[in-house]
């Protein structure tokens, strides 16, 4: 319980806007720039990276455009991976206008009762400790919130003064894990510079290596695989404990994200040609398609999701680490990997033609070289993973003790 006053969040709220569609995407052209819930982050900040651009009427733009230090929340378009929810700060100060889309609403405070970013800061922590995610509901598998009664959300409201504060503190303690985080992001660049300096851009070959076909680099034909579905495996023989079966979070997180979903012995048993040892490279066909992680050598064998693509390269001709930074690092191997993703509704990999796919095979020997310069810096991000991690907890212990009056 909090020792401070409560309040509707509508009680704080000055304007509550909808977002907007527009007529026609015009990117390139004059028009006006549209935030969609892909803009959003998780750690709470707008990117404008793909800012669509849209026809929007005039009354519409003047009605409806974005002010600085407006909360935009995500009304519409999650899913399981991902529940809706999610909430960014809007801190843009140039004159350029900004919409969003009709999956958001925008908050808009009323600063004589509350600090915007106080607010913004308590909305991302009930998001965080998962409240939003008992607010949704589904249509066809799209989450979406239920506005009102997240709008009938309570929230602690201490005098002005210490609200500001308590956005300070909190401020300064996420500083701390955007710094962990780009020290991280500098060497995920460190290494793409590594490969680029040794095997020199694969999208013109400089150095003339060989190409061969990704099948090429695995023993055996069923080497890369398509994890099972339909009648292989139903998610009613789904269990608590088992052998694990590793999906799209954990290829996202690089395995960093533990397994949720297993498996019983005896299934596992059914399903060997769709496990996943160590060395192997799963690869996401869904969702962020061709993103891939090479599963750690200490980990135990586990079965492949139905969405997860399992490349076991023969390590005789090919070193994994090499390979999988090939798939992330590669421009003409983005470029097959998109070419041979299709669906209207949801991209996905064609098995048969990513077989047949065209990569670089520089000598062994610089392959292992490569290897094991990423092995070093693995270990230094391992190092700073644990920081964040632990800081992460501390933000965490600290919202909570803020927002009961522990503190202040």
């Known amino acids: 319980m909090s020792k401070w006053e409560m309040a509707r969040l509508s009680d704080v709220i000055d304007e509550a806007i909808t977002g907007e569609w527009g007529t026609e995407c015009i990117n390139g052209e004059v028009g006006t720039k549209v935030l969609r819930t892909t803009n959003f982050t998780n750690l709470g900040v707008v990117h404008y990276d793909n800012v669509v651009v849209r026809n929007i009427p005039a009354n519409k733009i003047e009605k409806k455009k974005l002010l600085r230090y407006d909360i935009i929340l995500e009304k519409s378009g999650g899913s399981d991976n991902q529940p809706v929810g999610r909430v960014v700060f809007f801190t843009n100060n140039t004159d350029e206008v900004y919409l969003c889309n009709n999956f ?4 808009r405070i009323n600063q004589n009762i509350a600090f915007p970013k106080y607010v913004f800061i308590y909305l991302f922590y009930l998001h965080q400790n998962g409240t939003t995610e008992l607010l949704q509901n589904k249509t066809t598998g799209i989450r979406n919130l239920q506005v009102k009664r997240y709008m009938a959300l309570q929230i602690p409201l201490p005098p002005l003064p210490v609200q500001q504060q308590i956005a300070d503190v909190l401020d300064r303690a996420s500083a701390l894990i955007e710094k962990r985080k780009a020290q991280i992001d500098k060497l995920d660049l460190l290494m793409k510079s590594q490969f680029t300096e040794m095997f020199g851009n694969l999208g013109n070959n ?3 290596w060989k190409q061969i076909r990704l099948i090429d680099t695995c023993a055996s034909p069923d080497d890369i695989k398509c994890g099972p579905f339909g009648t292989q495996l139903s998610k009613d023989e789904y269990q608590n404990y088992g052998v694990a079966l590793w999906g799209i979070p954990q290829i996202n997180s690089a395995f960093q994200l533990g397994p949720t979903d297993f498996l019983t012995e005896e299934k596992a048993a059914k399903l060997e040609a769709y496990s996943l040892r160590p060395g192997d490279i799963a690869m996401s066909r869904k969702g962020n398609v061709g993103m891939c992680a090479l599963f750690p050598e200490h980990f135990p064998i586990g079965i492949i999701h139905s969405d997860v693509l399992r ?3 023969n390590t ?3 070193n994994p680490m090499f390979l999988m930074s090939q798939l992330h690092y590669s421009p003409i191997v983005e470029t097959q990997i998109r070419m ?3 669906g209207a509704i949801m991209a996905g990999i064609n098995v048969t033609k990513l077989k047949n ?3 670089h095979l520089p000598p062994l020997t610089l392959q292992d070289e490569f290897a094991a ?3 070093q810096v693995e270990l230094q991000k391992e190092l700073l ?11 965490k212990s600290l919202m909570q003790k803020c927002f009961r009056g522990e503190i202040f």
């Open 206 to 208: 400089p150095m003339n």
């Open 340 to 342: 041979v993703s299709n």
């Open 316 to 318: 005789k001709a090919v």
């Open 373 to 375: 310069f990423v092995e």
């Open 385 to 395: 993973q644990q920081s964040r991690a632990k800081l992460e907890l501390n933000y």
């Open 357 to 359: 796919i065209a990569v």
């Open 104 to 107: 958001t609403q925008v908050l």
């Open 311 to 313: 490349i076991r390269p």
